[in-house]
Structures are given as C-alpha cells and as structure tokens.
C-alpha cells in the first residue's frame, strides 16, 4: 500500500496502531507521541503537517472511545473538561497555524517533537517510583466502593466560581484559570501534533487541586474538543490524509482502546510505563541529537 508517497505494509500499520491504541488505554500517556513514532520512523512519511493531522485524528478517535466510559463512572468533571475544551479552541488554532506555516517538514519538526518526546520520558519514568497519585486513586476508589457510588455533582456555576462536591469535600475554582491553561497547553499540542495530556494532567491535580481520581477522563473531554479543532484548522490551511492508511489505523486504535483494560489486568502497569519511559527516552534522543551523532560520529540511532 502506497500513501504519501512511501509504500506501507497494511499489517504493519494496523499492528503500531493496536500497540498505539493498548498504550494510551492501559498507561493512558503517549498516545500522540507513538502514533507520531508511527508515522516518522515505522512508515517513513516526510510530510510533517500530514503527520501531526494523522496524529490528532487518531488522538481523537482514542479519547472518543474513553470520555463515555469515564462519563459512565462518574470519573468526569464536566464543566472542567468544557472550560479547558474552550479555552483550547483560540490556542489550538493558533499553534497549528504556526506549525503548519513554520514547521512544514521534518528537518524542523521532528527535532522540536524529540524535545517533546524526552520530557515526557522523564515524566513517565518518575511517575513510575512515584506512588502518592496511586495510593489517593485507591483510596478513593475503596471509598467509593463502600458506599457503592461517586457523589461527585456540581453545587455552584458562575462566571466567577464553580463549586462541586466530590467524597464530601467541596472543590471550587475561577472558571478563567482553566480556560487559559487549556488556551496555552492548546497551543503546544497542537503545534507538535500530540494530545497534550501530559500538560495538562500536572496542571489539573498540581494547580487546581483536582483530585487524580477525576483527571484522566476531564483532561481527555478536553482534549477532544482541541483535536476537533487542531485537526480541521490542519485540513482548512491543506495538510493532506490518506483514507486508505487512516482507515487501517482507525481499525488497530479502536481494537487497541478496548483491549487495553484486559490487558492490564494480565501485565503490571508499573513494567508497561516504565517499559514505555525506556523506549520513549531513546526516541526523544534519537530525534533531539540522532543528527548530531550523525554528522560527528556517522553512527544513526534512529
């Protein structure tokens, strides 16, 4: 199969894809960072704006299939997710205008996709020997359990504060704070053609005091809302698809997203993130300064 002008294996890209849709559902990071992998190493594909334009749609299509399952769980603060979602729009046009006008090709983007790539890592691999989220997810999760709901619900909403209510406790924030991390993290995301779940994660529990608990599911409706955006400002300014490459890879995310949480029922997540930290740390150098070590010692890491 031809697409962007290389030929591509179909088993092959449904296979990255698969793996690409387990990671994001199991770990719940990197989605965009492999699929990015994917689509510059795996495949080959030159074209830097079709590569971020792939890349957000197939976010999209993952964060689609795990909105309603948190939804379901009451793991979703609405009107969070909305507000972030919101201010992203203005961001997420403005970082993929920029890209698409200043990063055209992979001599430009790829190095700044490294850098990206290995920030990441290092947050991956610390978050692996890091155990104070886990234990406040169990926590909650045993709390919940005992009474055999979640009692999150919204007390307060006006343009200067939202209240809800989460296990008793009562959480409040100004509805701009939000809007502006999402405006700035927008930016970022969709500049490099990633999710930007990584941003906005740390931001959420750090900044606002959300508890880890709700994060996953409000960071992912947010991000939904900046791929809809990023990836059809991408198609307005003339980044190109290939239905036929997108089609397969659609097919390997969605199987992936829901295999995800039977497989890691079977394999430790603390082995699969740090697995993924190992692999992504070598990536992002080997974007970032494969170059580099290239031109000096004529030895190419990847």
């Known amino acids: 199969m031809e697409a962007f002008g290389v030929e591509i294996n179909p088993v092959v890209a449904f296979l990255w894809s698969l793996l690409v849709g387990l990671v994001f ?13 994917g689509h510059i190493s795996v495949f080959g ?18 964060t689609l299939i795990a909105v309603p399952s948190y939804w379901r769980q009451k793991r979703l603060i609405i009107i969070l997710g909305i507000l972030l979602g919101m201010g992203s729009i203005v961001g997420a046009i403005i970082g993929s205008t920029v890209s698409y006008k ?26 692996v020997f890091h155990t104070k989220k886990k234990r406040e997810i169990k926590e909650i999760e045993d709390k919940i359990t005992s009474v055999g709901k979640s009692d999150l619900r919204t007390i307060t909403l006006t343009f200067h504060k939202v209240e809800f209510e989460f296990t008793g406790k009562i959480y409040s924030f100004n509805p701009l704070i939000p809007a502006t991390a999402g405006f700035v993290v927008a930016i970022v995301s969709s500049a490099l053609g990633v999710g930007g779940g990584f941003l906005l994660v740390p931001f959420i529990v750090s900044v606002m005091g959300i508890p880890m608990f709700l994060v996953p599911g409000t960071s992912a409706l947010s991000i939904l809302i900046t791929m809809v955006v990023s990836a059809g ?22 199987l992936g997203s829901f295999l995800g949480p039977y497989l890691s029922k079977i394999l430790k997540e603390k082995k699969l993130r740090l697995l993924l930290g190992i692999l992504l740390l070598y990536i992002g150098f080997g974007y970032t300064f494969g170059g580099i070590i290239r031109d000096i010692f004529g030895i190419r890491i990847i």
């Open 25 to 37: 559902s199991t770990v719940g990071a990197a989605g965009g960072i492999l699929a990015g992998v």
């Open 233 to 254: 400002n991408y198609l307005k300014l003339g980044a190109q698809l290939d239905m036929n490459l997108l089609g397969i890879e659609i097919v390997g995310i969605v």
């Open 102 to 127: 200043f990063l055209p090709d992979l001599k430009s983007y790829k190095p700044l996709f490294g850098v990206f790539t290995l920030v990441v890592a290092i947050k991956i691999i610390y978050d």
């Open 45 to 62: 594909i030159t074209q830097a704006n079709s590569i971020k334009l792939m890349n957000q749609i197939l976010i999209f299509t993952s």
